[in-house]
Nanobody, 115 residues
Framework: QVRLVESGGALVRPGESLRLACAAS????????MSWYRQAPGKEREWLAW???????SNADSVKGRFTISRDNGENTVYLQMNSLEPNDTAVYLC?????????WGQGTQVTVSS
């Protein structure tokens, strides 16, 4: 059974950093493209970054230079390092696994950026 569990969300001040983690199980993690998304209240889900099993990655322009995706295939975990956080980064952050033609999602972790 596919399972994705995000962690690391918190309340932080503008300019601070956070690292989110997504622990995966139930599928061949090392060969699966993993992605991070976020969803703010009243807004559509926004793609942030993806990373292939071999580490090839792409980031959305909106977070390029501030957010970095990485993975540890030995730990079946994908990370999102977020630097220079801004109030408009406040959202629920979710990881996703693309398996065949289906996308699987975790439950999300809340990130709140406020002074």
């Amino acid at each position: 059974q596919v399972r994705l569990v995000e962690s690391g969300g918190a309340l932080v001040r503008p300019g601070e950093s956070l690292r989110l983690a997504c622990a995966a199980s139930g599928f061949a993690f090392s060969s699966t493209v993993m992605s991070w998304y976020r969803q703010a209240p009243g807004k559509e889900r926004e793609w942030l970054a993806w990373i292939s099993g071999t580490g090839i990655q792409s980031n959305a322009d909106s977070v390029k230079g501030r957010f970095t995706i990485s993975r540890d295939n030995g730990e079946n975990t994908v990370y999102l390092q977020m630097n220079s956080l801004e109030p408009n980064d406040t959202a629920v952050y979710l990881c996703s696994a693309r398996l065949g033609t289906s996308d699987y999602w975790g439950q999300g972790t809340q990130v709140t950026v406020s002074s």
